[in-house]
């Protein structure tokens, strides 16, 4: 499965530490994130990142356009509610793009690991059917 990373600034430590706590089951999936996020992952799980643009230079619009053609089957974006960012509505624009493409996507860490959790169990493969 192809699975979407991305963390705001504030949230990137953790994202590194969410990867390094399930590098075993990202490690059987293809992993796609915006350039820095991508970067520090493959820094502390030596796990292949696909990496984008950052962010704020277009990386969220590219997995936005990933995410609007069916390829991606998940999304895990931690942000941070608490500083906006000047990309707020390519944030938004994701977070839409998987409710009308029924593509799972985790903004904070306890749904997080509920997705991945339910990866590792085989409760996602419906999105293998879904993508025909």
Sequence with gaps: ????????????KLMQNLCIAYKGIFGKHDLYAT????????E???LSVHK????H???????????????????IFLRDPLNPKKHD????????????????IATNLATAELLILALDRGDLSWREMYKK
Aim: glycine letters at 8%.
């Design 57 to 75: 230079l277009g990386g969220v619009q590219q997995l936005a356009s990933e995410v609007e053609n069916n390829d991606i089957d998940m999304v």
């Design 52 to 55: 984008y643009l950052a962010g």
């Design 89 to 104: 509505p390519d944030i938004h624009n994701i977070m839409s793009l998987c409710d009308m493409h029924n593509i799972p």
């Design 35 to 42: 350039a820095t996020t991508g970067r520090l992952i493959e």
């Design 1 to 12: 499965m192809n699975i979407g990373l991305v963390a705001h600034d504030a949230k990137k």
């Design 44 to 46: 502390v799980t030596n």
